[in-house]
Nanobody, 115 residues
């Protein structure tokens, strides 16, 4: 069974950077769609970025130009480089793996951006 473990969250000042990692177990990683979502307190979970098996990337308008998603298939890990962070980026960030109709979530990592 696939398991996802996020890391790299923390507290950073506005304008700073963080790099999130999501390590996946299992043998389906290379052909999976990998996505990052986030959920701020009192709000619904929202899509942030995605990278497909071919390496094409997609972003929510709110993070376009500031965040970069990438993947390392050899290490079965997906990354989210977050630059120019804003207080409104504060949320729990979740990794998601989708392949063959299955969808798996990680436990989340907290990102807090202070003003």
């Amino acid at each position: 069974q696939v398991q996802l473990v996020e890391s790299g969250g923390g507290l950073v000042q506005a304008g700073g950077s963080l790099r999130l990692s999501c390590a996946a177990s299992g043998r389906t990683f290379s052909r999976s769609l990998m996505r990052w979502f986030r959920q701020a307190p009192g709000k619904q979970r929202e899509y942030v970025a995605a990278i497909n098996s071919g390496g094409s990337t997609y972003y929510a308008d709110s993070v376009k130009g500031r965040f970069t998603i990438s993947r390392d298939n050899a290490k079965t890990t997906v990354f989210l480089q977050m630059n120019s962070l804003k207080p409104e980026d504060t949320a729990v960030y979740y990794c998601n793996q989708a392949e063959g109709g299955a969808s798996v979530w990680g436990q989340g990592t907290q990102v807090t951006v202070s003003s």
